[in-house]
């Protein structure tokens, strides 16, 4: 199975929006609502920010949200902080019990 | 909360198998599934596969032929090993446990990482 498609960067201003896609087929994104999301700092293990599609787990600000238009899925940031600068990873389910990861993006906060 | 920690071997020579071992902190291992994700430097997030506390496992189609995993619920741990390491197989890897039992999805609970260089 290919990793899903990222945009390698995404940036915006503090207070502005910033939306990441993540473009797969009907096999995995299009396919299932099991759709997670990933914030990674650097030198540290990536932490959940979004479930099945748009799911929030506690202690994740509502900032962060999530959703799906057919094969690609979106990951939202609203209110940008600076602390969000990291990178960012969607996976999915990819049917027969495997997962597979996005490519990644780095969001930059100006 | 539950904390998660790889251990293993830092160094493997190519050709060799990579092995690892993540320890549960608490007995809440039961009816999870743990996976393995890797990290090479400077790259992505690879799901490597998982193991489930009763024994099922599901591995990438395209590791499948050299990883195996394994639980030991006497020692709230579970392992990975790789097989025929190359320099391909040198990475971060991370140990991991989803937000619900019974369901891989999700990755929540994370291990710190450890480093695993495959050189001679």
């Known amino acids: 199975q290919s990793a899903l498609t990222q945009p390698p960067s995404a940036s915006g201003s503090p207070g502005q929006s910033v939306t990441i896609s993540c473009t797969g087929s009907?096999?995995?994104?299009?396919?299932?609502?099991?759709v997670s999301w990933y914030q990674q700092h650097p030198g540290k293990a990536p932490k959940l920010m979004i479930y099945e599609v748009n799911k929030r787990p506690s202690g994740v600000p509502d900032r962060f949200s999530g959703s799906k238009s057919g094969n690609t899925a979106s990951l939202t940031v609203s209110g940008l902080q600076a602390e969000d600068e990291a990178d960012y990873y969607c996976n999915s389910y990819a049917g027969s019990n495997n997962y597979v990861f996005g490519t990644g993006t780095k969001v930059t906060v100006l | 909360q539950v904390q998660l920690q790889e251990s293993g071997p830092g160094l493997v020579k190519p050709s060799e198998t990579l092995s690892l071992t993540c320890s549960v902190s608490?007995?809440?291992?039961?009816?999870?599934?743990f996976s393995w994700i890797r990290q090479p430097p400077g790259g992505g997030l690879e799901w490597i596969g998982y193991v489930h506390y009763d024994g099922y496992t599901s591995y990438s189609p395209s590791l499948k032929s050299r990883v195996t995993m394994s639980v030991d619920k006497s020692k709230n741990q579970f392992s990975l090993k790789l097989s025929s390491g190359t320099a391909a197989d040198t990475a971060v890897y991370y140990c991991?446990?989803?937000?619900?039992?019974?369901?891989?999805?999700?990755?929540?609970?994370w291990g710190q990482g450890t480093l695993v260089t495959v050189s001679s």
């Open positions: 009907s096999s995995d994104v299009g396919g299932y609502n099991h």
């Open positions: 608490d007995a809440s291992m039961r009816n999870y599934y």
């Open positions: 991991a446990r989803p937000v619900a039992v019974n369901n891989p999805d999700a990755f929540h609970i």
